[in-house]
């Protein structure tokens, strides 16, 4: 018979929006007995959420799933060293309440999206009480380390090497939300152990009731985390003059994050025009924004972890049919043009970025369509929802996995 009684350990949980809500949901509605460990709710502004308290410790529910809640530091979007000191936070208390708690579940699943030191306290449980220790990567360290602007030097980078490795051959079982992950965290591992490529799925449904009037005869929208690694500086300054041009073409930016006031500034200080600041918007808006939208746009800046990395927010726009604007380098771009999904740039070049918008406005409505029937054919091939968590479920609960 199955273990039954899961604990999974996160930073970020409902009410955040992440896909690790919806993959918890579904296990309870399996008959798994899921509880959750996770910080007070505070992505991304750096601040608790309305109706939250930051206890040091308090328990709620998500639906019928307990959620063991634990003291954050507020204001760590703005502050590198308020950060870290909110990483070694959230293990503290974590690793507290995992010492209270984590004797009576069978397994612990760790959902590791930004800091991998949130996979300590599952590490603690493993060795403490002999619990099997499954981990989803969805950010590689050390190199999402230096992308975020941290200084390598030898001591700094012999500790992260020392963290990655302790945390995952002080595993059982490894998922990884981007194949580029495995060749770098083999290198990391004392024995072989499988890695298993386990993608995203949208997270947002695609029917829309009321599709947003948007600014524009015709609209570019970015959704998700407004912070530095999107790289929206260059994307704004290569827009400045196609709003001069096509002053009925407008950029819609939905979300918050780090980088919105320098954003703002930004547009203000080089005058550019038909930049719509929508700000965040629960998930049940978004197929309307969506459905609203003419092209769908992806920006990073180049680092050699994103070139393969996969944003989450890829597989929710393949799932509106909508034509692709990549800014950024490395896997997704590839997939854009293998699919004949849109148009990509190079994040550096501003040149590239401008003729990139230009290129879409030059388009007929009818290639436009036919872009974004193709995201469909991807979205079936490799991002199902069922086919994957059936993949993490095999995965976390059985014994050995040979899917």
Same mark, same amino acid.
């Given at each position: 018979? /199955?273990?039954? &009684?899961? #604990?999974? +350990?996160?930073?970020?949980?409902?009410?955040? !929006?992440?896909?690790?809500?919806?993959?918890? %949901?579904?296990?309870?509605?399996?008959?798994?007995?899921?509880?959750?460990?996770?910080?007070?709710?505070?992505?991304?502004?750096?601040?608790?959420?309305?109706?939250?308290?930051?206890?040091?410790?308090?328990?709620?529910?998500?639906?019928?799933?307990?959620?063991?809640?634990?003291?954050?530091?507020?204001?760590?979007?703005?502050?590198?060293?308020?950060?870290?000191?909110?990483?070694?936070?959230?293990?503290?208390?974590?690793?507290?309440?995992?010492?209270?708690?984590?004797?009576?579940?069978?397994?612990?699943?760790?959902?590791?999206?930004?800091?991998?030191?949130?996979?300590?306290?599952?590490?603690?449980?493993?060795? /403490?009480?002999? &619990?099997? #220790?499954? +981990?989803?990567?969805?950010?590689?360290?050390? !190199?999402?380390?230096?992308?975020?602007?941290? %200084?390598?030097?030898?001591?700094?980078?012999?500790?992260?090497?020392?963290?990655?490795?302790?945390?995952?051959?002080?595993?059982?079982?490894?998922?990884?939300?981007?194949?580029?992950?495995?060749?770098?965290?083999?290198?990391?591992?004392?024995?072989?152990?499988?890695?298993?490529?386990?993608?995203?799925?949208?997270?947002?449904?695609?029917?829309?009731?009321?599709?947003?009037?948007?600014?524009?005869?015709?609209?570019?929208?970015?959704?998700?985390?407004?912070?530095?690694?999107?790289?929206?500086?260059?994307?704004?300054?290569?827009?400045?003059?196609?709003?001069?041009?096509?002053?009925?073409?407008?950029?819609?930016?939905?979300?918050?994050?780090?980088?919105?006031?320098?954003?703002?500034?930004?547009?203000?200080?080089?005058?550019?025009?038909?930049?719509?600041?929508?700000?965040?918007?629960?998930?049940?808006?978004?197929?309307?924004?969506?459905?609203?939208?003419?092209?769908?746009?992806?920006?990073?800046?180049?680092?050699?972890?994103?070139?393969?990395?996969?944003?989450?927010?890829?597989?929710?726009?393949?799932?509106?049919?909508?034509?692709?604007?990549?800014?950024?380098?490395?896997?997704?771009?590839?997939?854009?043009?293998?699919?004949?999904?849109?148009?990509?740039?190079?994040?550096?070049?501003?040149?590239?970025?401008?003729?990139?918008?230009?290129?879409?406005?030059?388009?007929?409505?009818?290639?436009?369509?036919?872009?974004?029937?193709?995201?469909?054919?991807?979205?079936?091939?490799?991002?199902?929802?069922?086919?994957?968590?059936?993949?993490?479920?095999?995965?976390?609960?059985?014994?050995?996995?040979?899917?």
């Amino acid at each position: 018979m /199955l273990d039954k &009684k899961l #604990l999974i +350990i996160g930073e970020a949980f409902y009410p955040e !929006d992440f896909i690790i809500n919806d993959l918890a %949901k579904e296990w309870s509605s399996q008959g798994y007995q899921v509880e959750v460990l996770t910080r007070n709710p505070s992505y991304p502004f750096g601040k608790i959420f309305e109706g939250y308290q930051n206890k040091i410790y308090q328990k709620t529910f998500f639906g019928e799933i307990p959620v063991h809640r634990v003291f954050v530091l507020q204001g760590y979007q703005k502050s590198k060293v308020i950060k870290i000191l909110n990483y070694f936070s959230f293990v503290f208390f974590a690793s507290l309440v995992s010492l209270w708690i984590g004797r009576k579940f069978d397994r612990v699943f760790v959902y590791q999206t930004g800091p991998l030191t949130v996979a300590l306290p599952g590490n603690l449980i493993r060795i /403490l009480f002999n &619990k099997k #220790l499954t +981990i989803w990567t969805q950010d590689l360290w050390p !190199d999402t380390v230096y992308a975020y602007g941290f %200084k390598k030097s030898k001591l700094f980078d012999k500790c992260l090497n020392w963290l990655v490795s302790f945390v995952y051959n002080n595993s059982d079982k490894i998922a990884v939300s981007c194949s580029g992950f495995t060749p770098k965290l083999s290198t990391f591992l004392k024995e072989e152990k499988t890695i298993q490529w386990i993608p995203n799925w949208p997270i947002i449904e695609s029917t829309s009731l009321d599709p947003k009037v948007l600014p524009g005869r015709f609209n570019f929208t970015f959704a998700g985390n407004l912070g530095k690694v999107q790289n929206l500086e260059n994307v704004l300054l290569a827009f400045k003059n196609i709003s001069i041009k096509h002053p009925e073409v407008w950029i819609n930016l939905i979300g918050d994050g780090s980088a919105m006031s320098s954003l703002k500034a930004l547009v203000k200080n080089h005058e550019i025009k038909n930049i719509n600041f929508v700000g965040r918007r629960p998930l049940m808006e978004m197929p309307d924004y969506f459905s609203g939208s003419d092209v769908l746009l992806i920006s990073l800046v180049d680092s050699s972890i994103y070139e393969f990395m996969i944003p989450s927010k890829f597989q929710t726009y393949l799932n509106y049919e909508k034509p692709i604007f990549a800014i950024m380098k490395g896997e997704v771009p590839n997939m854009v043009k293998r699919y004949n999904l849109g148009i990509i740039a190079d994040p550096n070049d501003i040149d590239s970025i401008y003729q990139g918008f230009e290129a879409f406005l030059n388009l007929s409505r009818q290639d436009l369509d036919q872009m974004g029937s193709y995201s469909i054919d991807l979205l079936n091939s490799t991002f199902i929802r069922e086919k994957n968590i059936e993949k993490l479920t095999k995965l976390t609960f059985e014994e050995t996995c040979t899917v």
